[in-house]
């Protein structure tokens, strides 16, 4: 995992937006998205191609050690549901659940897989 992040690090250095200073409600430190556990990369964060939601993200993540892990976001916002899906943004019905809590969704990545998911926040 190390690796991963030392090659993402390396090939997608990390860009920034200048702005003008400003009273803001969010905290100074915040993050829209985070990996709290599990073995897998985030390799897509997108707006899902459905144009009727603006509320809906894709999320893309690929297991990275070879053995089946379960993988936890952690959400800036409250998840409203989730999904699996496919290359398309088509509902999947896979056997695996996903588990959503708040602000955070687990669900099971098998070894060496990928798997997307819809969001709605």
Known sequence: AALI????????????VSGKKHDGRLAVECSFMRLVSGTVAVSAV??????????????RVFETSGAATQAVLKFSHA??????VDINESRLECEGAIRIQGDTVSFDVSASSMMSLCIEL
């Open 46 to 59: 997108k707006m899902a191609e459905d144009d009727r939601a603006s509320n809906r993200i894709v999320v």
């Open 79 to 84: 998840i409203c549901d989730a999904r699996f």
């Open 5 to 16: 992040e030392k090659a993402y690090d390396y090939n997608l250095p990390v860009s920034f």
